[in-house]
């Protein structure tokens, strides 16, 4: 049977204990292979050894040796024992105990090591013993340890040893060192905090890309240097070529152990199987530098909270701004149907029976109620009393006089130019409670998804700190700042940035909400003959969702791992598809998806970012690809023909008879659409799609959350694109203060890409390649380029809600049926 590594020690223990009770004369009771040595007469050899001297002796299963050293006491040294031999076999290996004052180590040789491809063996041992032994307060006493050396075998098997004193046990603060590492030969060093540092950063990089484990240790004897040894009571990383540890004074106060080993294989690092054997030697240079004073922490953390407080103050001075040159509302141009109503009914107040087009004739639109409306150029409507004598004639029969027509959508949406007020009829109470439904909605949702993330990333830090494995969560360990039970406290606070800002716009949309009550107050005329109708529900909504964002994020960078990555991007989610809505709603109100109907596409979104983290399979992929283009397709539809084909399954079907109907109807036309803007938009949409899903289908990114991202926000780009190039084209005016958001917007979301792409961790890759990209903090010794990413972001974040809020400033005091819809 094959002889695992350990088993030495279990054969000393076992003889040591057999041999305490059982008397001399019962030996003959004991196994056969527990009385070799009697029975072939042992002889034992002690020799008085010296230190830094090397050793070359032979035994066999009657000669055994012991090794007494006896060397001075010295505060910065410790002993390193070297063995060798080249002539020892598995069946019979050499054994070597050493005894100390306070604990007793033992390993063999050959010395064994499990790897994913098997067992390999190394003749070749080095062991730093345990400086239990300085910690005696009499710098001159003399110390002491003796190695035992034995084997089984019956022929005679050379080996070497030699104790050397280490001069450079204890490491300084900001002393660079070079060592070289094997599997069989680890290394380890002595740190003790000085008075004034209360945290220190391990920074350990390497030329050789072979996998290593790096550990810390408390000062306590017997210290684990063999790989399989640091999975317990340590702090440990896995490690190519970079890692980094933060090691608080708290934790460790009276220093620590740094413990460097390398592994047999590289399948822990990076999942390959090495068929290989060959001598592993890996060359490490390790630094320990001081970290952050309290002093600079604070600082750095103030400082930021500080600097997005200026947002506060200058939100303010612009909001005052605003109010002092808006003024009094200029003179109103005369609205058609506010004088229309006035004529209908003797009163300017009611829109109970509004106007609408049904026959042309010769170049004028006649209403139900027979005045006349002439189409100018612009394709404004103008209206006329007066009837023509030509026209006077017409019957009654070619007019609409059915009461139910009023409420009939088609009659209003089939015309092939429309204005805000064509698709502002539904009542102002109901369109505003079924915006503020997406807040209440939202944070019912937001309840009960994030507890049991945060519930989980907390289970994930105590089991990070209670166990030492930081290969569990991938940090940027080169700038990681511990914070109580936080390793990596400064990735979780620079969210704050998203709660602030979010905290922010709520307020300037409710300043705006008040503000427009005011004026609807003064002149309720505005609110149904004027401008675009306002909503503020969707922005409430849009700022609250940037809270959560910034919550979520820092739910993620407590524990950023693959399995919960979702939790980082799917708020950003519903800030994608809440900024959609709010730009279709602004000139479609009476078109806007329910809360339900919006929540439902998330929840298909999360679904699948869920299912992606477990499958990812060419199966996976065509499926996905299929309802995400099926789902452009009957959205295109539905907002082509302004809600009127019902969003459901049918629509496929409608879609197909309609392009059948074009067909036969002749190829020229299919390229004349009803409805030009409409369809160039779309067309473009679909396009870019169709790439993204063409892309997915074929590269199979690993980070399916961000390329599912990508896609709302690429159709988000687009309609924002589209909607200010359209307001360009129907001649309305971009102030100043959005031109303003505009410009910040692009240079800060152009900035933010800069930072996010430069990545300092990743999870598409095993915990020691992630590190690879670690890097050292960027601003104030306290934030790296992933921390300025969410300062950026969530400003971009912000000034694009900005844009959405002041936009369409211009069309406040503009006739609603003069306001196009594109």
């Known amino acids: 049977m094959e002889r695992k590594p350990g088993d030495s020690v279990l054969y000393v223990v076992l003889f040591v204990t057999l041999f305490i009770h059982y008397p001399v004369h019962g030996l003959i009771q004991m196994p056969r292979s527990l009385r070799l040595k009697d029975e072939h007469q042992v002889h034992t050899e002690v020799i008085e050894a010296s230190c830094d001297h090397l050793y070359r002796e032979s035994t066999n299963r009657t000669l055994e040796f012991i090794y007494h050293f006896v060397h001075a006491n010295e505060s910065s040294k410790a002993v390193r024992i070297s063995v060798d031999t080249k002539e020892v076999t598995q069946e019979h290996p050499i054994l070597f105990v050493v005894r100390q004052q306070k604990s007793v180590s033992s390993w063999q040789l050959p010395h064994f090591i499990d790897t994913a491809s098997g067992i390999r063996a190394y003749h070749r041992v080095r062991r730093t013993l345990c ?47 070079n060592i070289i590492v094997s599997p069989s030969e680890p290394e380890f060093y002595q740190y003790v905090f000085d008075e004034n540092v209360t945290a220190v950063l391990v920074n350990v990089t390497s030329p050789d890309d072979l996998c290593m484990t790096v550990s810390v240790q408390n000062l306590t004897c017997p210290s684990f240097g063999r790989d399989e040894e640091m999975r317990y009571d340590s702090i440990r990383q896995t490690a190519l070529d970079r890692s980094g540890l933060t090691i608080t004074k708290e934790k460790f106060p009276n220093g620590f152990y740094l413990v460097f080993s390398v592994k047999a294989d590289d399948y822990e690092c990076s999942g390959k199987k090495d068929q290989q054997v060959y001598m592993r030697r890996k060359r490490i240079m390790f630094r320990i530098t001081e970290k952050l004073k309290p002093s600079q922490f604070y600082t750095a953390t103030l400082g930021v909270i500080g600097i997005f407080m200026l947002f506060y103050i200058l939100g303010v001075f612009i909001w005052i701004v605003h109010c002092i040159t808006s003024g009094p509302a200029p003179p109103l141009e005369r609205s058609l149907l506010e004088a229309e109503d006035s004529q209908r009914y003797g009163t300017a107040s009611s829109l109970d029976r509004p106007i609408f087009p049904v026959r042309s004739y010769e170049g004028r639109l006649i209403d139900s109620f027979g005045s006349r409306r002439h189409i100018t150029a612009s394709g404004s409507v103008s209206g006329n009393n007066e009837i023509d004598s030509k026209e006077s004639s017409l019957n009654e029969e070619e007019i609409d006089m059915l009461e139910d027509a009023y409420l009939d959508k088609d009659v209003f949406r089939t015309k092939t130019f429309l204005y805000v007020s ?57 700038c990681a700042h511990p914070f109580g039970k936080l390793t990596d406290f400064n990735h979780v606070f620079s969210n704050v940035g998203y709660v602030m800002l979010g905290i922010l716009f709520c307020i300037l949309v409710f300043f705006r909400d008040v503000k427009h009550k005011h004026m609807r107050e003064k002149n309720n005329k505005l609110e149904k003959y004027y401008g675009i109708p306002q909503f503020y529900g969707l922005f409430y909504a849009m700022g609250v969702s940037l809270i959560l964002e910034g919550v979520m994020s820092a739910c993620y960078h407590i524990c950023p791992t693959h399995a919960n990555y979702q939790f980082d991007t799917t708020f950003m989610y519903v800030i994608a598809i809440l900024c959609m809505l709010k730009i279709y709603q602004t000139r479609h109100p009476d078109i806007v998806a329910t809360a339900q109907a919006s929540f439902g596409i998330l929840a298909f979104v999360v679904i699948a970012g869920v299912i992606s983290v477990y499958e990812s399979s060419i199966y996976f992929w065509v499926i996905y690809t299929i309802l995400h283009l099926m789902g452009c397709l009957a959205l295109s539809a539905s907002i082509y023909y302004m809600g009127r084909w019902k969003l459901d399954f049918g629509i496929f079907k409608r879609i197909y008879l309609t392009w059948l109907n074009d067909i036969r109807a002749g190829f020229s036309h299919c390229f004349r659409p009803m409805y030009p803007d409409r369809m160039i938009l779309l067309a473009i949409g679909n396009l870019f799609n169709w790439a993204l899903a063409a892309y997915g289908l074929h590269t199979q990114p690993p980070d399916f ?118």
């Open 422 to 478: 064509d698709l502002a009829r539904k009542d102002h109470k109901f369109l505003s409670k079924r915006f503020y439904s997406y807040i209440w909605q939202l944070l019912t949702l937001s309840t009960f998804y994030a507890l049991p993330v945060i519930q989980l990333v907390i289970t994930y830090q105590k089991v990070l700190n209670d166990t030492g494995d930081q290969d569990l969560c991938y940090y940027n360990f080169l």
């Open 131 to 177: 400086p239990e032994d300085l910690e005696v307060s009499n710098a001159s006493e003399e110390l002491e340890f003796v190695v035992g050396v034995s084997t089984s075998d019956p022929r005679n098997v050379s080996f070497t040893i030699e104790a050397t004193k280490i001069d450079d046990f204890l490491i300084k603060l900001d002393e660079e060192r």
């Open 705 to 822: 959350a961000s390329y599912q991202l990508a896609i709302f926000i690429t159709n988000l780009m687009l309609y924002t694109l589209f909607y200010i190039v359209m307001k360009i084209r129907y001649g309305e005016t971009v102030l100043v203060q959005p031109l303003i958001y505009i410009c910040l917007s692009l240079v800060s979301w152009g900035a933010s890409f800069y930072f996010f792409i430069i990545k300092a961790a990743t999870w598409r890759m095993s915990a020691a390649e992630s590190r690879h990209y670690n890097q050292e903090c960027l601003i104030l010794n306290f934030y790296d380029y992933h921390d300025v990413w969410h300062f950026l972001s969530a400003s971009s974040m912000f000034f694009s809600f900005m844009i959405l809020l002041s936009l369409d400033d211009d069309q406040v005091y503009r006739p609603r049926d003069k306001i196009p819809v594109f």
